[in-house]
């Protein structure tokens, strides 16, 4: 529920070492595809090799049209089985990461969607922890 202290549990996780701590991302964060500069400086993919990744608020992505959601979730899909996520642009061919991406993911959110249900079965053997109640 809001103000159950989702955020302050975050905040402590955001100073052990590794953790990368990001408000919001898209489909596109982990291999942006960018010509403009290395791949290695904008995505995400990489960043998150042996790290613990942070979403504090979860719910702006859960909340979002049917279409973004199904995108982010099929990328994450792939990156969550931690074998690197490669993709195909039409301007620079294959792009992306092969190999070991292992990398922790911990995000908050105050109401889990129907709909969320429903994407997250997608890949069944990752894990989500909900607490329906605050206890104080």
């Known amino acids: 529920p809001s103000s159950s202290g989702k955020t302050?549990?975050?905040r402590c996780l955001e100073n052990l070492e590794k953790s990368i701590s990001i408000s919001e991302f898209s489909a596109k964060s982990f291999?942006?595809?960018?010509?403009?500069v290395s791949e290695e400086?904008?995505?995400?993919l990489p960043k998150l090799?042996?790290?613990?990744?942070?979403?504090p608020e979860l719910q702006p992505l859960l909340n979002s049209s049917n279409a973004k959601l199904l995108e982010t979730f099929s990328v994450l899909v792939a990156v969550l089985d931690c074998n690197g996520y490669t993709r195909a642009t039409g301007s620079l061919g294959?792009?992306?990461y092969s190999g070991k991406h292992f990398f922790n993911w911990v995000s908050c959110c105050a109401n889990f969607p129907k709909k969320f249900y429903d994407f997250w079965s997608m890949n069944y053997h990752?894990?989500?922890f909900a607490i329906s109640k605050y206890y104080q």
Do not use: C, Q, W
């Not at 400086?41 to 995400?44: A, M, P, T």
């Open 8 to 10: 302050t549990i975050t």
């Open 94 to 96: 294959t792009i992306g």
């Open 126 to 128: 990752h894990y989500l």
């Open 41 to 44: 400086e904008l995505d995400l």
């Open 49 to 55: 090799k042996n790290s613990l990744l942070i979403t």
């Open 31 to 36: 291999v942006s595809g960018s010509a403009r």
